[in-house]
């Protein structure tokens, strides 16, 4: 009979956050596939289980999914762990999880800490419907692209960010959402120096314009007010239109994109861009 594929979150700070399931699941499983062996080692000594680990990461995702999904069609349980968090989510293990469902392996996940749930929770700002957008990428091209489908977005927004990348990505969205579209930076969640700062994208680019951010921040950016996309002039999508192309992007998909997120004819907006 084949074995199963556990996902279990890990804590993201707190290590009060560690579930009994969580505890249990780690305890019962035949191995444990780790994205940083040393990060889960500690985790381990922590809980004082001991378990053979195997290493499962974005770059060995492949070989090492491979083999454990052959042991787990060979009998044997593997509990997915990341270095913190619901693994797949902005984690490896997406690609672990399909190819398990592909081979009709049971996939079961425990319930635990995400920091996007978490930071969304304390946000402040609607969580009625919201997106996740993870990590924006650092290619200019796909950057650009991604920001740009979310200009209209009405939906609260999700992004990760590291602290040495937060404020090319702030200024972005000053460029995107303009300067006073309402943000909370959720840093350092049920760390010790945990802090929600509620305020602007335009007043966040300022405050860590002169303070250097530290530690790990969720971005919850609120989203476009309904009537915004309406009231969007033909000046306001050019002025889109000319910072796409400032970032990198062709005028012909620039206009393309500015075009399908704003409603506007794009042979109009096209001919606003050329005069
Ligand atoms: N899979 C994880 C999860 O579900 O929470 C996320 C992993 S992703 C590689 C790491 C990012 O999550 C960080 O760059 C940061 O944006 C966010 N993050 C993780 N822990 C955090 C914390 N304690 N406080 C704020 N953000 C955190």
Same mark, same amino acid.
């Given at each position: 009979m084949a074995g199963m594929l556990y996902l279990v979150p890990t804590p993201i700070g707190n290590l009060g956050d560690v579930s009994p399931r969580c505890r249990e699941t780690l305890e019962s499983a035949d191995f444990i596939a %780790?994205?940083?062996?040393?990060?889960?080692?500690?985790?381990?000594?922590?809980?004082?289980?001991?378990?053979?680990?195997?290493?499962?990461? /974005?770059?060995?995702?492949?070989?090492?999914?491979?083999? @454990?999904?052959?042991? @787990?069609?060979?009998? /044997?349980?593997? %509990?997915?762990?990341?270095? %913190?968090?619901t693994p797949a989510i902005s984690d490896p293990g997406e690609d672990l999880v399909r190819l398990c469902a592909e081979n009709g392996v049971t996939v079961c996940t425990v319930c635990g800490p995400c920091a996007a749930i978490t930071a969304l929770a304390a946000s402040g700002l609607p969580t009625g419907r919201f997106? $996740? /957008?993870? $990590?924006?990428?650092?290619?200019?091209?796909s950057r650009a692209e991604h920001l740009a489908a979310l200009v209209g977005e009405t939906r609260t927004m999700i992004f990760y960010e590291a602290p040495h990348k937060l404020l090319r990505t702030l200024d972005d969205f000053v460029q995107t959402f303009g300067s006073d579209r309402k943000i909370s930076l959720c840093r350092e969640l049920t760390k010790l120096h945990e802090e929600i700062i509620r305020t602007t994208v335009g007043e966040a680019a300022e405050r860590f314009r002169e303070t250097p951010p530290r530690g790990e921040f969720v971005l919850i950016v609120a989203g476009a007010e309904k009537s915004e996309n309406v009231e969007m002039t033909m000046e306001d999508a050019v002025s889109l239109v000319q910072n796409r192309i400032a970032e990198g992007m062709r005028t012909k998909d620039a206009v393309k994109l500015v075009a399908e997120q704003t409603g506007i004819a794009k042979n109009a907006l096209y001919d606003a861009v050329v005069k």
């Open positions: %780790a994205e940083d062996t040393r990060v889960t080692m500690k985790l381990l000594h922590y809980l004082d289980i001991h378990k053979p680990l195997v290493s499962y990461h /974005e770059h060995n995702k492949a070989e090492s999914g491979g083999k @454990i999904r052959a042991r @787990i069609l060979g009998g /044997e349980t593997c %509990a997915l762990v990341s270095d %913190a968090g997106t $996740f /957008e993870g $990590f924006l990428s650092v290619n200019k091209k």
